[in-house]
């Protein structure tokens, strides 16, 4: 499906992920309106020859108009927080936007959607590899983040069969520009070079260039199939691997010292609990 010649809406777009959608869109000739709340910080997008849509994923009114004349939508949007005292907050916004945004595709006319899931709905086992063909058990995803996503992609695969043809991408952890938040990866990069990080944990990630993810998402809507979904990833590494490369790169040296996953965790916790920051 060759949608070049047709508008996207993305939502999301201020993002990190979806403000290099945003620029790969447009450098292949797509038009592009993005989706923005009243107060958002819009420099990431500054500059872009995009149309600006004011709204929320809450006000269904708002939604219908960002639509009106897009043929295609691509839903990035999403709530990140890995401890949050209100989960409720994160379902709101990440199932019940989700479930807003596409009744709202439908009801447009929409011709295709690409709906930005997350790697963690992919079921990986433990010393397995995770394909899409993976499902997780919903009882033992271990963060509110993370069942949100997984209902959010639940009801996306299912509006298939309401007649919205709606493809599934599943990033892994990506880096690069325009990670103004930063991400929690970003973040660990900042650390590193800025000497602020005297242990490390040696946990498993798979790191991609979030300008590879955009490039994956117009794949996605280009030649995907509806009802199916796309893990965007690269190579999988432990932490150390990383850090060498890092070190390599910079100069500065990586830590030596390592210390265990579940004692990191818990610190990290009642740290960002301490101080409101979780991601």
């Not at 949007?77 to 907050?89: G, I, N, Q, R």
């Not at 033992?140 to 919205?164: F, I, N």
Request: charged share 25%; with cysteine.
């Amino acid at each position: 499906m060759n949608n070049r010649s047709q508008k996207a809406l993305v939502t999301g777009a201020t993002g990190f992920i979806g403000s290099n959608l945003v620029r790969e869109l447009l450098r292949q000739g797509y038009a592009v309106r993005a989706l923005v709340r009243r107060r958002s910080d819009r420099r990431n997008v500054a500059g872009l020859d995009i149309e600006l849509a004011v709204g929320d994923l809450l006000d269904r009114a708002s939604l219908d108009a960002a639509l009106s004349g897009c043929d295609v939508l691509f839903h990035v949007a999403a709530s990140y927080a890995f401890w949050t005292p209100k989960p409720e907050d994160l379902y709101r916004t990440n199932v019940t936007g989700t479930e807003n945004i596409l009744n709202a595709a439908l009801a447009a006319g929409v011709k295709r959607v690409v709906h930005t899931s997350s790697e963690s709905t992919i079921g990986i086992e433990k010393a397995c590899v995770g394909t899409e063909e993976g499902q997780p058990d919903p009882r033992k995803l271990p963060c509110h983040y993370k069942k949100s996503k997984y209902q959010a992609e639940c009801l996306a695969l299912s509006m298939g069969e309401r007649g919205l043809p709606v493809v599934v991408v599943n990033p892994t952890t990506p880096i690069g520009p325009f990670d103004a938040k930063p991400t929690p990866t970003g973040q660990l990069v900042v650390d590193f070079l800025n000497h602020r990080m005297p242990a490390y944990v040696n946990t498993g990630l798979n790191i991609v260039d979030v300008e590879d993810v955009a490039k994956g998402h117009i794949l996605a809507l280009e030649k995907g199939r509806p009802g199916e979904r796309y893990v965007l990833g690269n190579k999988n590494l432990v932490l150390k691997e990383v850090l060498a490369t890092l070190e390599a790169v910079s100069g500065v040296k990586a830590p030596r010292t390592r210390i265990p996953l579940g004692i990191a965790f818990v610190a990290a916790f009642f740290d960002e609990l301490v101080t409101g920051r979780f991601l």
